[in-house]
Every structure is written in C-alpha cells, then in structure tokens.
C-alpha cells in the first residue's frame, strides 16, 4: 500500500513541477504568435497544448469555458508556417470551410446530431495567416447559419412545448370532458 501512495505522491510532485516551471517560463513562442496571429481576442478563447504545440481556438466563446462550446478549430505552428489539424463544429459550417480551404477532406461523422469532424488525411495542411482565419470565421458563420434554422424551424411550428405539440383547448374545456365521461361511467 506504501508503494501505492508513494507512486501518487510522485506523481502530484511531477504535476506540480511541471506547472511551476510552465508558469516561471510563460507561454512559449508558438502560443504567442499563434494567438497574436489567429482569431479575436474580444471573442475568442484559445487554449494552447505545450506538450503537443497545438491551438485550439473556440469562436465567439469570449470568457466562458471552453467545456461550454459547441465548435472548436486546431491550428499549430512548423517551422514558422501554421498548419490547419482539425477541426468540430455544426455540418453547416462545413462547406464554409471548404471554401476557405478547398483541399480539406471530407466531412467525417460525429456522434452528435447536426455536428461535423474535420480531419486531416495525411498529418496537416499548411495555411496561411488569411486562410487560417477565414476557417475560424467560417466556423462563426456556421454557428449563425444553424441558430437561424433552428429559430425558423421552431418559430414555424406555433406554440409547443418543445417536445409535445399542445392543443389549442383550454384547461376548462378539458375538465369539462372529463366531467361529463366520468358521470356517464357513474350514471
């Protein structure tokens, strides 16, 4: 059971040690000119994986957590040129993407409704500073375009409750029905 405890305390120091030195070091060089380079800062939220020099950027997220977003765009940086590696985010944003960038693969399944997986086939794709935010703001653009559908769609159905459509009756027409089905039961 020592050995156990040791290996955990081993590990927490290792952890510990690691975020000590990431924060004595600041951010690396890739995340400072990925971020300067990519996005908006008003609007965006990035996250920057040192250990695999990647950036993902969440459009339109702002201050909130990136748990909470519905799309997200990978970039990172080779020898001084950024390269596009994945990408989620709703299907409507897809072609948009495409049109940015016409060598991205197909259209990959995801395993939520209305979503989309954007991989590359064979590592990354090299892009240029333009390119990579015009995918980002293709990204926003496909959130936009799927928040109209969805508001066309449920305003064109009346009023529902979300999941089960309502009847135009009243509460008294209901429970003057079931008076007068009771009282022929009992009569």
Do not use: C
């Not at 609007?43 to 997200?72: C, H, T, V, W």
């Not at 979503?115 to 794709?125: A, E, L, R």
């Not at 429970?175 to 089905?181: M, P, R, S, T, V």
Request: hydrophobic residues 35%; negative net charge.
């Amino acid at each position: 059971m020592s050995k156990l405890k040791n290996t955990y305390f081993n590990l927490d120091n290792f952890v510990l040690n690691k975020l000590v030195k990431e924060q004595e070091e600041g951010p690396s060089y890739d995340e400072v000119w990925l971020k300067d380079k990519l996005g908006d800062p008003t609007k965006d939220k990035y996250e920057f994986n040192i250990d695999r020099g990647y950036i993902d950027i969440y459009p339109d997220l702002g201050d909130m957590r990136a748990e909470r977003s519905s799309q997200f765009i990978r970039f990172k940086l080779e020898e001084g040129v950024i390269h596009f590696v994945h990408a989620f985010g709703y299907e409507r944003g897809y072609d948009m993407l495409k049109n940015a960038l016409p060598e991205l693969g197909p259209m990959g399944d995801s395993s939520y409704a209305g979503f989309m997986n954007v991989n590359t086939d064979s590592g990354t794709i090299p892009v240029d500073v333009d390119i990579a935010n015009e995918m980002i703001d293709a990204l926003r653009s496909g959130r936009s375009a799927e928040a109209g559908a969805q508001t066309d769609f449920y305003s064109s159905r009346g009023p529902t409750s979300g999941t089960i459509d309502e009847k135009k009756i009243g509460f008294r027409q209901v429970a003057n029905e079931l008076y007068i089905i009771k009282n022929k039961k009992n009569g």
